[in-house]
């Protein structure tokens, strides 16, 4: 399914070290001002599938789909208190 009926999926990024994943969320931290980003992708070893998502630098990634796939991740703010906040 394409197109304006075609339910959200997160845009794919490309991680350091060539793994391909997808963007979950953007996340500010008030501290220091830096970006982050959750990213979920699918590792396969040994015939074992294992489903990992992990907290990585947002300079670190590299968008594989056009600008405007990734208007739609939400994005949040991690503040000085630990607490997490929509923006």
Do not use: F
């Amino acid at each position: 399914m394409t197109g304006a009926g075609a339910p959200w999926a997160p845009p794919l990024v490309e991680l350091t070290g060539g793994m391909t994943g997808h963007l979950l969320a953007w996340e500010r931290h008030e501290r220091d001002g830096s970006w982050w980003a959750w990213v979920s992708w699918v590792h396969e070893t040994g015939g074992r599938t294992d489903h990992k998502v992990v907290l990585v630098r947002a300079d670190s990634l590299r968008p594989l789909e056009p600008p405007e796939a990734y208007k739609a991740v939400p994005r949040r703010l991690r503040g000085l208190d630990g607490q997490i906040r929509s923006r």
